[in-house]
């Protein structure tokens, strides 16, 4: 079956620019999560849904970094302002539910460059 | 707060050769934890999980860990590595008894598998 899709694969953008992220999460998957992994770094938790609530916001980097979840389904990850140091490849995994021993299932990633 | 360290940044091993990738984590109360492991230009993908239960956990690939709860570890094993695992493994950890329901990833440790 289909797996979790992101778009774009790839993003450059300028600084100051506002970029938006999309995650398609598995069908039937009632959680979903956001994370940025940097260069050469292990992946960092920025936040999580449970249907289309976020109880978990506590890794958003900044107040210009935000998500949305509509219709227990889809996810936007959007960045204002975007600096230099957002650069990142940034992934969304889902699960079956936010109970704590579900594996997550993740995208492909996007790859923000911040000129 | 739950940590994960991941000791080794590179593990090489010639192909045939048992594979060992180090992961030891810390947590409040008790742990899930997670192996994942990442091919270039493509997402995480699940190998296995403890939960509870035996500590030998087997998963995908021909993959076990073990969960070592004195030692704090859940080193990764193969018997007989492939040139086809050379990627970049992760090792991540939930702590049940924490708020929230995020992961928590260590560094991430590639592996070069050579013939």
């Known amino acids: 079956g289909a797996g979790v899709s992101q778009s774009p694969s790839n993003k450059v953008t300028e600084k100051g620019k506002d970029v938006e992220l999309r995650c398609d999460p598995i069908s039937g998957h009632t959680a979903l999560y956001w994370y940025r992994q940097r260069l050469g770094q292990g992946l960092e938790f920025l936040i999580y849904f449970q249907g289309n609530s976020a109880p978990d916001k506590s890794g958003l980097p900044s107040d210009r970094f935000s998500a949305e979840r509509t219709g227990e389904s889809v996810s936007t990850l959007t960045i204002q302002r975007t600096q230099q140091e957002d650069s990142a490849v940034y992934l969304c995994?889902?699960?079956?539910?936010?109970?704590?021993?579900?594996?997550?299932?993740f995208g492909p990633g996007t790859r923000l460059t911040v000129l | 707060a739950q940590s994960v360290a991941q000791p080794e940044d590179q593990v090489n091993v010639a192909e045939g050769n048992p594979l060992t990738v180090k992961c030891t984590y810390s947590v409040s109360g008790n742990p899930y934890l997670f192996w994942y492991v990442q091919y270039p230009n493509r997402g995480l993908q699940f190998l296995l999980k403890?939960?509870?239960?035996?500590?030998l956990v087997k998963g995908s690939y021909g993959f076990e860990a073990e969960f070592n709860k004195s030692q704090t570890s859940f080193h990764l094993k193969k018997p007989s590595a492939l040139v086809s695992d050379s990627a970049l493994y992760f090792c991540a950890v939930r702590d049940i008894a924490a708020a929230g329901n995020k992961l928590t990833f260590g560094g991430g440790t590639r592996v070069l598998v050579k013939p």
């Open positions: 995994a889902s699960s079956l539910a936010w109970t704590y021993h579900n594996e997550q299932f």
């Open positions: 403890y939960i509870t239960g035996d500590n």
